[in-house]
């Protein structure tokens, strides 16, 4: 009877690996639809009228509501509240609503119509907002970039609202088990959404010859109905552990305000938060231009239009490699087998080459780009399963801190050097993305799973949604402020193909150097107070 009631779905690592992997793929297709304009900023330009302000000021609208209307932290009472299926169904349901609008926003039927000509005359001046220097529209802003800010605004609150509950619900599946490695391999698997992003974006942008930049997001809102249903799945999958366990969900246990004080007065939260929105500043807008900092860089040679690498029929190739890259490299990680682990991981290494090699030839800025979860998604699972096992999660933060710095100077200074080197300049952009990616991947294995260590486990929910929100400030600033220092420091350049990036990039750059100053006093506030940030999550 001890034994029935102990077995339970968490029990079975099949089973909370299933809700894992549902969990991962809405969170999946939502990376996706985050950057679907950003490997397509050039057309944008060109078919849309948006300049580098434009692009950065929607961009960064994502998170508008949640840092300046407080969303995010009203998720975290709805998480505390309502429990991990409710807020994941919900979050998917406006994630889903804000991708429509935004795909209506660029589609031909949204030009010429009355709702174009309204946002052309209202919402150029937003009182105090544009006194303070953070509204989301201004004047001369175009129409559709207005009211495709207004979409990316929803779909930010949805998305932002699974980020938190998705990290709630690894917590409440792995906790005392494999947790880091969980957290680890969700945000490995789902950043396969960016490289999805870049390689489909431009293919269904240019599809059949004729350029249209809907077809682009209407890839991402069907991808969103498939988010939705995931997030159905699991609905029903997490009810049924409750249901087994006994537990009741989160709801029972209401939120007070004193429990948002309690978080606030951890000196160990705040520099995780700090930590995180340093990070997540520095690649996220990134992200959104780097496709583009990439044609402004190198020297790039469009193939014979008869030929087959300008057919669409390599994109599908190219994309099928890299899946044969992410899947070999992340299972390499579960052999237990020597001969299965490294046939594998040597599977996936030939794979990559032969990606490479495909971009290359392809002398496709978005396709080059594509490679930099593919690292990471190798290694976030050895790094959570070192964390899980061995600990040392803020030294890792203080190693992804450096490398940080040192793509970012790359990008800036060594990259601009070879260009006319076709060669040379594609060889040094792939390693540099690859290292970038693998940096990147030191967050979701360190950091995340350290903020159990921090709060109480009833407020983790809002923990989570404190650090996000923070994080927002960082994701809603730099792509509005990338756009407008590309504008001043490149005055007069209409070829969005010719921008100078150094000053932007140097600006990244920064950030990581103050992060690696606040990984420096983490580490030794952790070895002072013993929050445990360097123990390892399982008790051998």
């Known amino acids: 009877m001890t034994q029935a009631i102990q077995k339970t779905l968490r029990d079975s690592a099949a089973m909370r690996w299933t809700a894992l992997l549902l969990l991962a793929l809405a969170m ?79 589609s031909d039927t949204f030009a010429g119509s009355g709702l174009e000509t309204w946002f052309t005359n209202n919402l150029n001046y937003i009182p105090l907002f544009d006194e303070l220097g953070v509204s989301p529209f201004y004047a001369g802003m175009p129409a559709s970039a207005k009211f495709a800010a207004c979409g990316f605004m929803i779909f930010g609150c949805g998305c932002e609202m699974a980020g938190i509950t998705v990290s709630r619900g690894i917590v409440k599946w792995f906790k005392g088990r494999e947790m880091a490695l969980a957290m680890g391999s969700e945000m490995a698997l789902a950043r396969l959404g960016v490289a999805t992003c870049m390689i489909f974006s431009p293919f269904f942008a240019r599809l059949g010859g004729h350029v249209s930049v809907s077809r682009s997001v209407a890839f991402g809102v069907v991808l969103m109905c498939i988010a939705l249903i995931m997030a159905i799945v699991y609905f029903f999958m997490d009810s049924k552990l409750d249901a087994q ?17 309690q978080i606030l007065t951890s000196s160990g939260f705040w520099l995780v938060a700090l930590l995180c929105v340093l990070y997540y500043s520095a690649i996220f807008p990134f992200q959104k231009y780097a496709v583009n900092m990439l044609q402004c860089n190198l020297t790039l040679t469009e193939p014979a239009a008869d030929s ?22 992340f299972a390499s990680n579960f052999q237990k087998k020597a001969g299965a682990k490294y046939g594998l991981l040597g599977l996936s290494i030939v794979a990559l080459i032969t990606y490479c090699y495909m971009g290359f030839m392809r002398q496709s800025a978005e396709s080059i780009f594509a490679v930099f979860p593919l690292l990471a998604v190798l290694i976030t699972p050895i790094l959570g399963s070192y964390v899980d096992h061995k ?45 970038l990616g693998s940096s990147f991947s030191l967050v979701p294995a360190s950091l995340w799973p350290s903020v159990p260590k921090l709060v109480d486990a009833k407020v983790i929910g809002s923990a989570y949604a404190l650090i996000f929100w923070i994080q927002n400030i960082g994701l809603w600033l730099f792509p509005l402020l990338i756009g407008k220092v590309l504008d001043k420091t490149n005055p007069g350049v209409t070829d969005p193909t010719q921008f100078n990036y150094t000053a932007p990039l140097v600006m990244l750059a920064s950030l990581g150097v103050a992060a690696l100053l606040l990984g420096l006093v983490l580490k030794a506030v952790d070895r002072k107070k013993g929050l445990g940030l360097e123990e390892p999550n399982i008790k051998e």
């Open 391 to 435: 600990g040392k999660a803020a030294s890792m933060l203080i190693l992804g801190s450096l490398l940080l710095i040192a793509c970012h100077l790359t990008f800036a200074f060594v990259l601009p050097a070879f260009k006319g080197n076709a060669v040379g300049g594609i060889a040094i952009a792939y390693l540099t993305i690859l290292v």
């Open 308 to 329: 087959f690498w300008a057919s669409s029929t390599v994109t599908i190739v190219q994309y099928v490699i890299m899946l044969v890259v992410a899947a070999a490299g």
């Open 28 to 106: 999946f297709c939502s990376y996706i639809f985050m950057d679907i304009l950003s490997p397509i900023k050039d057309l944008m330009q060109e078919t849309r009228g948006w300049d580098s302000t434009a692009f950065g000021t929607m961009q960064g609208s994502e998170v508008f509501l949640n840092v300046f209307a407080f969303f995010l932290i009203f998720a975290g009472i709805i998480l505390d509240k309502m429990g991990v299926r409710f807020t994941m169904v919900l979050s998917t349901a406006v994630m889903l609503i804000g991708a429509i609008i935004k795909w209506y926003a660029v």
């Open 245 to 261: 366990t006994g537990e009741a969900e989160e709801k029972d246990d209401p939120f007070k305000i004193s429990d948002i004080g």
